[in-house]
């Protein structure tokens, strides 16, 4: 009963109460095809010992020792085993949420810390106790910008993030958004006339990321004015976090929404992560979640405290910033533990690294006949290469050599079908992308040669 809390007369007694005959009824809006029609093969019953046995032989069957040049939003950054050992303490897994301060304030004392660092790596004022992610921060951002305004449409550059962009339009279209979203220039970054063109007074925010999902840096000074003149804020997304060691920070910014998973938590399969929403000191009563504050008691203690928490489960639904009921206060705290062990000099070095192996990275894939760069402008960690055939084939390919590739485009933008997005972090070494370089020399040189062998036999065909 302990894993199976509903008896056979529950059950029933549930499904009377819904107006079900039986659990097959209950399920009928599902189309049959996606419905088991038999209990999942699944060994056992098993001891404990043999079912730690059954799952060391499982992990046993991962693939290991592949080189990843993934990134888009995920990346995967030396992570310190001092923060991992420190963060499975009981107090920091145990503690939820910290509503009485009284008996709370080492959780309430990492938050306003890692409010800080958030504010000093961003260049803004404040900054709230997290978010979700980045994506839901960005969407976030945008809400608030729509209080502050009190307009309503949006206008987002396209080389924003496109499943950021997915969550944005899901939160617009139940908030009554309008999006307008701007294309980019050959060189990668948002197109300024297009974006002039498309500020209206009805324009909200002006929505860019930079580095963009392209890792092209943006010029974000140059897209605030563009805002600012028509009364627009300017809301900059962050993906990619360890940039900010090495990027001057989006001070011109109203709003910035940052993903902060690069800092000290592991890809995990695409989360949990930590969202970072930073804002300047006159908006911030618009801004979504919690915020901490620092204070001193009756006796002139310093103490911290719940400055700000302008969420449903404080104040009136109506008068709520957001319904977001909690913040990543787990990865919070992993990422502040991470910043902390780094130091200012770390956080510089580590995102200088991450520059060095990508120029080193991109002039050698360069080198390789068939292989071209897309865009221009200054990268941080990642850059866009172009290949004579679908890159989708080529990563096929290169698996067999346990190399996972760029990110293929064209799901994202049709007309990059054969471009691929590449990754090189501080993680990756000298040889890994000496291998991928050789990989794609060999591989684009078999396909030439195959090529020309076939022309003589097409031409005598055609005689």
């Known amino acids: 009963m302990r894993y199976l809390p509903k008896s056979d007369a529950e059950r029933r007694a549930m499904l009377d109460a819904i107006g079900a005959d039986s659990m097959d009824s209950l399920f009928a809006a599902i189309p049959e095809r996606f419905r088991l029609q038999e209990p999942v093969a699944v060994p056992g019953p098993l001891a404990e010992a043999e079912i730690i046995g059954y799952f060391r032989d499982r992990a046993g069957e991962n693939s290991v020792g592949y080189s990843s040049f993934l990134g ?37 004392q990492w938050i306003f810390e890692f409010q800080t660092m958030v504010g000093q790596l961003t260049g803004q004022e404040v900054a709230n106790a997290s ?41 617009a279209q139940h908030a009554g958004l309008a999006i307008s979203t701007v294309g980019f220039a050959s060189s990668g970054r948002f197109d300024a006339e297009a974006l002039r063109a498309a500020v209206t007074p009805e324009t909200a925010a002006v929505m860019i990321q930079s580095p963009n ?38 001070a011109e910014a109203d709003i910035v929404a940052m993903e902060g998973q690069s800092y000290g938590l592991p890809p995990s399969y695409g989360g949990p992560f930590v969202g970072v929403l930073a804002t300047r000191d006159k908006f911030v009563r618009q801004m979504p979640g919690r915020l901490v504050g620092q204070t001193t008691d009756a006796a002139c203690h310093r103490g911290f405290c719940l400055t700000l928490a302008t969420r449903e489960q404080h104040i009136r639904r109506e008068k709520a910033t957001s319904n977001i009921c909690t913040n990543q206060a787990l990865c919070a705290l992993a990422m ?40 221009s ?21 290169l698996l067999r050599d346990k190399i996972i ?23 990756t070494t000298r040889e890994e992308i000496d291998r991928l370089a050789g990989s794609l020399e060999r591989i684009l040189a078999s396909e030439t040669k195959d090529a020309a062998a076939a022309a003589p036999r097409t031409a005598g065909h055609r005689a």
Not at 339 to 368: H, P, T
Not at 405 to 427: A, D, I, N, Q, R
């Open 72 to 108: 888009a939003g995920v990346y995967r950054h030396v992570r310190s085993v001092v923060a991992d050992s420190l963060l499975q303490r009981g107090e920091f897994l145990t503690a939820y949420t910290p509503y009485q301060a009284e008996i709370s304030q080492g959780t309430l």
């Open 131 to 171: 978010m979700y992610d980045g994506s839901t921060a960005l969407a976030e951002a945008a809400l608030m910008a729509e209080r502050l305004t009190g307009r309503h449409r949006l206008v987002v550059a396209r080389s924003v993030h496109p499943e950021y962009r997915q969550v944005l339009e899901t939160y």
């Open 213 to 250: 999902f392209f890792g092209s840096i943006e010029e974000v000074a140059e897209a605030a004015e563009i805002a600012h003149a028509a009364g627009s804020l300017l809301i900059v997304a962050v993906a990619e976090a360890v940039s900010l060691g090495a990027v001057r920070p989006p």
């Open 336 to 375: 502040t533990m991470h910043l902390a062990l780094l130091g200012r000099e770390g956080v510089r070095e580590l995102a200088e690294q991450n520059l060095a192996k990508a120029a080193y990275a991109r002039n050698r894939l360069e080198a390789v006949r068939g292989v071209e760069r897309v865009f």
């Open 377 to 397: 402008p200054p990268v941080f960690n990642e850059f866009v290469i172009r290949l004579p055939r679908s890159v989708r084939v080529i990563n096929e390919v």
């Open 405 to 427: 590739g760029p990110l293929p485009l064209g799901p994202f933008y049709p007309e990059f079908t054969k471009c691929g997005l590449v990754c090189v972090t501080e993680t």
